[in-house]
C-alpha cells in the first residue's frame, strides 16, 4: 500500500498577524542520498587554458563561521519583532514620576541605552555574560521587570553598547548607580576615574575634538558634576518612556534590527575594534518563541479567513502553502471576527496569564492548540 500524507488546515494567530496552512497531500520518498556528491567547477584562466577543480557540495555551509558580525540574520528579525509584538501587547499602561517637573505622565515601555565610560579591554561575550546578564537579573528581581528585548551594537570607538526595551520604568539614577557598580567588575569606572583625572589634573580642559556635538559650556558642566562626585559616577545609562511616537511596534523594531553602519565594517587598523563577536540580541524566555494560538481550521474559522482575505484594508502575503494576514490582534474583535479573536484571547490568558481588554468573555473561547498535524 502506497503511503501518502496530509496535513491538516491549521491557523496560528500572534500579536500583528494571523497565518493560515493549507491543506496539502504528498507521497513520502527516500531522500536522494548523493545530495553530497562532489561537484565539479571550471573557468578560464586568463592565458586561454582551463582550469578545472571538484569541491564537496555545500561546502560553503561547512566552512560558514556562523558569526553574526553585529548583523541581525532575517530569522533571528523575525524572531525579535515577533518578541518585540507580545511585550508591547502584555505591557499595560503605567504612570511614572519626573523628579525633574515633578509631574506625572503615562507610559507603556521604557528604552533604556547602556554604554561603557572608558576604552573596551575584554571581549563582548565576556561583558555580555559578566554585566549585561547580571543586570537582567538585577532589574527582573529589584523592578519587577517581567519582559525585555535587548540589542548589541558597537559604537564608532569600538566600544559595545546595549539597547534594552522594557515594561517597567526606572529612575535613572538608581539605573545609572546599578550598571556602573556591575561594570566596575572589569573596572571600567575605576579607568574612567584614571582618564579623567588625568586628562583635567591642571583644571578644567576642553576636548576640541567633540565641540561640534558637546558645546564648551556643556562640557565645563559635566566636568563640574565629574569632580564633585569623584569621577565615580560616569554617565552611562539612558532611559526614556516612549509615549509619544504614533506607530511604537515599526519605530523599535526598526531601531532594534538596524544593520552596522557603513563606516563601521570598512578596513582599518582598528578594524579588529569593530567587529562584533557574541550574542547580538536577546529577550527573557517566555517571549523568544512564542508559538500562537494554533488550532485546525472548522468551518465557522474558514468564513472569518475568507473575510480577512477579501478585506481590502487588511495586507496579506500569499503562498504556496500558506496565507499570512497582518492585523493586529485588538482589530479582530473590530472587524468581528470574534472566533479567531477569542481564539487568541485563551491563548494569551492560558500562556501568559494576560486577559486581553475585550467584552467577549475569555471563557466562551474555544480551546487554544488542537492536535491537528502541520
Same mark, same amino acid.
Given at each position: ?26 507521497? #513520502?520518498?527516500?531522500?536522494?542520498? +548523493?545530495?553530497?556528491?562532489?561537484? $565539479?567547477? &571550471? ?24 558569526? &553574526? ?70 532589574? =527582573? !528581581?529589584? $523592578? ?22 522594557? @515594561? ?16 566596575? !567588575?572589569?573596572? $571600567? ?11 583635567? !589634573? ?24 565629574? &569632580? ?15 509615549? !509619544?511616537?504614533?506607530?511604537?511596534? =515599526?519605530?523599535?523594531?526598526? $531601531?532594534?534590527? =538596524? #544593520? ?35 488550532? @485546525? ?28 494576514? *497582518?492585523?493586529?490582534?485588538? @482589530? ?5 471576527? @470574534? ?7 485563551? *491563548? ?12 467577549? #468573555?475569555? &471563557? ?5 492548540? +488542537?492536535?491537528?498535524?502541520?
Amino acid at each position: 500500500m502506497k503511503a501518502e500524507l496530509t496535513i491538516i488546515p491549521q491557523i496560528s494567530i500572534h500579536p500583528s498577524q494571523v497565518n493560515f496552512y493549507y491543506q496539502y497531500h504528498w507521497d #513520502p520518498c527516500r531522500p536522494n542520498r +548523493s545530495d553530497n556528491s562532489d561537484e $565539479y567547477f &571550471a573557468f578560464v584562466n586568463e592565458d586561454g587554458t582551463l582550469y578545472e577543480y571538484k569541491e564537496k557540495k555545500h561546502q560553503h555551509l561547512l566552512d560558514s563561521t556562523r558569526t &553574526a558580525n553585529g548583523r541581525i540574520s532575517k530569522t533571528a528579525k523575525r524572531k525579535m519583532n515577533k518578541a518585540v509584538d507580545y511585550l508591547l501587547l502584555m505591557a499595560n499602561e503605567k504612570t511614572g514620576h519626573s523628579r525633574f517637573s515633578g509631574r506625572f505622565f503615562k507610559f507603556k515601555i521604557a528604552f533604556i541605552t547602556l554604554t561603557l565610560p572608558s576604552k573596551q579591554k575584554h571581549d563582548d561575550r565576556e561583558i555580555i555574560n559578566k554585566c549585561l546578564n547580571q543586570f537582567l537579573i538585577e532589574i =527582573k !528581581k529589584y $523592578y519587577h521587570v517581567k519582559n525585555y528585548v535587548w540589542r548589541a551594537e558597537k559604537q564608532a570607538q569600538g566600544n559595545i553598547h546595549f539597547h534594552i526595551l522594557i @515594561d517597567r520604568f526606572i529612575p535613572y539614577q538608581e539605573l545609572r548607580d546599578r550598571w556602573n557598580r556591575i561594570i566596575e !567588575k572589569l573596572e $571600567y569606572v575605576s579607568n574612567y576615574r584614571k582618564n579623567q583625572m588625568e586628562w583635567h !589634573k591642571n583644571g578644567f580642559r576642553v576636548r576640541e575634538e567633540l565641540l561640534k556635538t558637546w558645546p564648551e559650556e556643556k562640557q565645563k558642566k559635566a566636568y563640574t558634576a565629574g &569632580a564633585k562626585s569623584h569621577w565615580n559616577s560616569p554617565n552611562t545609562t539612558d532611559i526614556h518612556s516612549i509615549k !509619544k511616537i504614533h506607530n511604537i511596534k =515599526k519605530y523599535i523594531s526598526k $531601531y532594534m534590527t =538596524k #544593520p552596522p553602519e557603513p563606516d563601521k565594517e570598512k578596513n582599518s587598523e582598528n578594524s579588529e575594534e569593530t567587529i562584533q563577536t557574541g550574542r547580538v540580541w536577546g529577550c527573557n524566555r517566555e517571549i523568544s518563541n512564542p508559538k500562537g494560538a494554533q488550532t @485546525d481550521v472548522d468551518n465557522q474559522l474558514q468564513i472569518e479567513l475568507e473575510r480577512l482575505q477579501n478585506d481590502p484594508e487588511i495586507h496579506n502575503y500569499q503562498d504556496e502553502y500558506f496565507s499570512c494576514f *497582518y492585523i493586529a490582534a485588538s @482589530d479582530l474583535h473590530k472587524k468581528g471576527l @470574534d472566533n479567531l479573536f477569542k481564539l487568541f484571547s485563551a *491563548y494569551m490568558f492560558e500562556t501568559f496569564g494576560h486577559p486581553m481588554q475585550t467584552t467577549i #468573555p475569555v &471563557a466562551q473561547a474555544p480551546q487554544a492548540g +488542537s492536535q491537528g498535524q502541520r
